[in-house]
């Protein structure tokens, strides 16, 4: 009776320590970095995100962590604050760590090659999530919504509401602004845009002011926001708005590639005495953050870009699990993406625009924000 118990006590902890052991999300000593034949409880999943600053990597990191742990697999998450340095130790740690496939949104899209030369030696398979990675063999996919449409959207949204394509007013007075210079989407963003908007520039229907227009769209980080920071977006419109502003001049335009920028170009705006429903100007945006879906419903943003970054995390959960199992990976285009060395097998989804009226019918409808977050 007695070594009946005892046994049962060990098969209790044992399991116990096995289920434990599942459940870890930080570490695996499994060894060799070969995939193809490993269980998934035997796996570990590397998730480099940017920075907690922003509400999407936030999303994006717990949903794609719950995920791959739904399907069995060991997850370190990480998040790197924005700091380079910090996030190339962070993929060296995974890699000590025997991770087997490592999903990376990178800050500095040209800063990985070093530390993705040691993961691909340890036979270390790399997803580019989001951000493209540049200059390195060693990234094996990308998925990503489509960049270059996000900037397109916004700038036929622009088009739209001023009736340029009529040709009978104007001309109306726009600044632009782009995205980090670092990070490689965001040059994508504004050729979708500036591509809609340089004719209008050059027959004069839209002015700039500020005289903040690049040459090109090569020429994008002239008017790019280091960091994405919505402080540095706010003192940028400030400037612009008291140095070229004056006498009564009124911005129409302000076209802001995400969300994070807008929010600093709104704050700005209302600094200067613009009013919601008279002469607020249309505000892009992209990514349908909480508070920027509030200004949209308060009349102080006029669109976001959606990207249902949910289908991007089902998405990527996908390829990890096609890769572990030595599946065929799903890819949609093999041409759009090159990082300088190779074109990066990639799966695009479709961004989609938001306005006002279908807060409620998509973004809450959907379940991507709450009715009550929202003040619906
Ligand atoms: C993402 C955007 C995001 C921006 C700032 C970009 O790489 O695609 O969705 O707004 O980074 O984090």
């Known amino acids: 009776m007695r070594s009946w118990r005892k046994l049962v006590a060990v098969a209790t902890a044992l399991i116990t320590l096995t289920a434990l052991g599942a459940c870890s999300s930080t570490r695996d000593d499994s060894g060799s970095g070969s995939t193809g034949s490993a269980a998934p409880s035997d796996t570990l999943i590397g998730i480099a995100m940017p920075t907690r600053s ?6 994006d990191g717990a949903h794609l962590q719950q995920l791959l742990q739904k399907e069995g697999f060991k997850t370190s998450l990480q998040y790197a604050d924005n700091k380079v340095d910090q996030q190339i130790t962070q993929i060296q740690n995974m890699v000590n760590e025997g991770a087997k496939v490592l999903v990376i949104a990178a800050i500095d899209g040209t800063a990985l090659g070093p530390v993705l030369q040691t993961a691909a030696s340890s036979g270390i398979k790399v997803i580019a999530y989001d951000r493209l990675i540049n200059d390195t063999p060693n990234v094996d996919y990308y ?37 980090s210079p670092d990070d490689n989407n965001a040059k994508f963003f504004f050729k979708g845009a500036f591509d809609v908007l340089k004719p209008y520039l050059d027959s004069h229907v839209l002015v700039s002011p500020s005289n903040k227009v690049p040459a090109s769209d090569a020429q994008w980080t002239q008017v790019g926001i280091q960091g994405w920071s ?24 302000v076209l802001s590639p995400n969300d994070s920028l807008a929010l600093g170009i709104a704050q700005a ?66 041409t759009s993406y090159n990082n300088g060395v190779k074109n990066v097998p990639s799966f695009l989804l479709e961004p989609q625009v938001v306005t006002k009226d279908q807060v409620q019918s998509v973004l809450v409808g959907s379940g991507f924000v709450k009715a009550s977050d929202v003040g619906l």
Not at 146 to 155: S, T
Not at 235 to 249: A, P, Q, V, W
Not at 278 to 306: C, E, F
């Open 54 to 59: 922003l509400e999407r990597w936030n999303n």
């Open 143 to 179: 998925a990503t919504f489509d960049n270059e449409l996000v900037g397109k959207l916004q700038g036929q949204f622009i088009e739209t509401q001023l009736g340029l394509k009529d040709g009978k007013k104007g001309p109306f007075n726009i600044e632009l602004f782009a995205g």
């Open 230 to 253: 919505s402080q540095t977006a706010q003192s940028e419109m400030e400037n612009r708005l008291n140095s070229f502003y004056t006498g009564g001049k009124k911005v129409d335009v």
């Open 269 to 334: 705006l209302s600094g200067a005495g613009y009013k919601a429903g008279s002469d607020w100007p249309i505000l892009t945006g992209q990514d349908a953050d909480v508070a920027n879906v509030k200004n949209i419903l308060a009349g102080q943003q006029s669109m976001t870009v959606w990207k249902d970054t949910r289908t991007l995390g089902d998405q990527v959960a996908k390829m990890v699990t096609q890769i572990v199992k030595g599946q065929k990976v799903d890819v949609n285009d093999t």
